[in-house]
């Protein structure tokens, strides 16, 4: 498994670079090593290596490998979408839900924590491309809710997240990633305990970092690429 450390090595290195290109601090950027679809033994061997943030997009396999590893180190972050009725197997342990995209499921989350007597960590997903094959709520719908999610007591709103248009066109993912910051920074005004802006991955990531972006979810380029 050599190569993942080789991987990794070779990515964190070009996001520094990009980061001193753009004069910002790299350790402000925090990477989500996308483990889908790949074993536990190599979240174990990145662990081991160093790192501690691990994005999965199914829940089933996130409660597995959670389990196989037993590492309460390791930072959990569900990234795929998410339905009401699998909230009860994640909310024990998962770090951060990237993809809350209605209220009912923020109120699901909410009644969840509450019998746990725990917050929860969560981003809205937002669907700024328009994309009909995405998850994640319109750009016109974000702020009602998150005004909607704040009142919500055992919940964290952290900010958004976003996947960038399924292009090569780079010029429209730029845009997108530009769309995004700007909406963030709209809701920065009110919602002064914003953290993150997830958007980037293998593929766009220096677009990303370039628009603003201080949470980046690098999969392929760390593990390989998947079947």
């Known amino acids: 498994m050599q190569f993942i450390k080789e991987n990794y090595d070779e990515i964190t290195t070009q996001i520094r670079n990009k980061c001193k290109d753009l004069n910002i601090n790299y350790e402000s950027i925090t990477l989500i090593a996308v483990s889908k679809t790949f074993p536990s033994t190599y979240v174990d061997f990145l662990f081991r290596n ?101 009142k919500l007591e055992n919940i964290n709103l952290q900010g958004l997240m976003t996947i960038g248009s399924l292009t090569d066109d780079r ?20 919602y002064t305990d914003f953290k993150y802006l997830s958007m980037g991955m293998s593929s766009d990531f220096d677009i990303a970092l370039e628009e603003g972006a201080n949470m980046l979810r690098i999969g392929s380029s760390i593990f390989g690429k998947r079947n």
Do not use: C
């Open 50 to 150: 160093g790192h501690y943030n691990f994005g999965e997009n199914k829940v089933q396999e996130l409660v597995q490998k959670y389990h196989e590893l037993k590492n309460e180190k390791i930072n959990w972050h569900l990234i795929g979408h998410l339905q009401t009725n699998k909230v009860k197997y994640i909310v024990n342990f998962v770090h951060l839900i990237h993809s809350v995209d209605s209220f009912k499921l923020a109120e699901e989350i909410q009644k969840r924590t509450v019998n746990l007597n725990k917050k929860i960590n969560i981003l809205i997903q937002v669907n700024i491309s328009g994309e009909n094959s995405k998850s994640g709520i319109s750009p016109s719908e974000v702020k009602n809710l998150a005004k909607n999610i704040s």
């Open 171 to 190: 010029i429209l993912i730029r845009k997108n990633f530009k769309d995004m910051k700007n909406l963030y920074d709209e809701l920065l005004i009110d």
